[in-house]
């Protein structure tokens, strides 16, 4: 059993409060994913859960065990860090079975070990080359294989992508997803690249200003944001926000009804690109720039002096210049105030 239960975890640095009072349970084999802007405290949280920092307040479970107070040694896991931490001077085999001779393990565990890893990751043709001699993508391989070949209860996974090029992080992404898979080890990722947050976990924890400010499942979170905040965060493009005038339950917007919350005011619509269909009448949509993006196009313009965003098929006849109209197919309510959904 490798549940990790993250009971009220707070960090601060002097007058600094990098987390507060966070709440968490990762369950046994799942793969959870930090999501979050830079300073968000997200990498420390995952430091904390480690044992490289200590918390000013709560506990950190794994296994039902208390392990707030254990060397990370101690704690079963294992860590995969952005620069990869690979050791220059040892060959891939004696690299990836340094975990286990350190934990004291003999010979033949060691050996099998280093080929079992080896093979899930595919890197049994490199096991006698230096890391100088490999590529970034195969040195992260190594790093991976290393951690998985001590057998951990929980792996920890510091942006281990981030240095990689554009097409190199979308190989290995399906192969960490395809590799974690086998193994069922209990995952926590920490990234600030939604699209890898996406396309690899079970669920997604949004981080802002050390706190939780979502959680659940990758397409619940894009399809129901809780807040402005993570709406304008997950998603590329960003989600559309528009302020809208709401009276009795109902808004009318260029002569479209739309259901809306009982309130009375203005709430922000929250639409994205792709739930806005171009119509015969509608929002006005003015297009000032046009993306080509191969599967699609992705216009950028205005809606009542409102920046808007919309996906179009790559094939549509569209200029700079040009007035559309636009309809919601789907969207969110959000207060404008407290940036919460209705």
């Known amino acids: 059993m490798a549940e990790i239960v993250i009971d009220g975890v707070t960090k601060s640095f002097g007058p600094v409060a990098a987390l507060e009072r966070i709440d968490l349970r990762v369950a046994d084999g799942e793969f959870l994913a930090l999501l979050g802007p830079s300073g968000c405290g997200k990498t420390t949280l995952l430091r904390i859960i480690a044992g490289l920092e200590t918390q000013t307040a709560g506990r950190v479970l794994i296994g039902g065990r208390d392990v707030s107070a254990l060397p990370p040694r101690k704690r079963g896991l294992a860590m995969v860090f952005q620069n990869y931490a690979v050791f220059p001077h040892l060959r891939v085999r004696d690299n990836v079975g340094f975990g286990l001779r350190m934990a004291g393990a003999d010979k033949a565990r060691i050996a099998s070990r280093v080929a079992g890893a080896a093979a899930l990751l595919h890197i049994e043709p490199y096991l006698d080359r230096y890391p100088a001699q490999l590529s970034g993508g195969q040195r992260q391989r190594v790093a991976v294989a290393r951690a998985l070949a001590v057998e951990p209860s929980v792996l920890l996974m510091d942006e281990p992508l981030s240095n990689l090029d554009a097409l190199l992080r979308l190989e290995m992404r399906a192969e960490l997803k395809s590799v974690l898979r086998q193994a069922g080890t209990t995952t926590v990722y920490v990234t600030h690249d939604q699209t890898e947050a996406m ?144």
């Open 199 to 342: 396309g690899l976990a079970d669920r997604i924890a949004v981080l802002r200003a050390g706190r939780i400010e979502q959680i659940g499942a990758p397409a619940d979170i894009y399809a129901r944001p809780a807040s402005v905040f993570v709406g304008g965060f997950v998603g590329s493009p960003p989600m559309n926000f528009l302020p809208v005038p709401i009276a009795e339950g109902a808004a009318d917007l260029h002569g479209l009804h739309l259901p809306a919350p009982k309130t009375s005011g203005h709430a922000l619509l929250g639409v994205r690109a792709e739930d806005l269909d171009v119509a015969e009448a509608g929002l006005p949509f003015a297009v000032q720039v046009a993306e080509p993006m191969g599967s699609h196009l992705l216009l950028t313009g205005t809606c009542d002096a409102q920046r808007l965003r919309l996906v179009v098929a790559a094939d549509r006849c569209v200029v700079v210049g040009d007035l559309l109209h636009v309809r919601p197919r789907r969207w969110t309510w959000m207060d404008p105030e407290t940036g919460a959904a209705l």
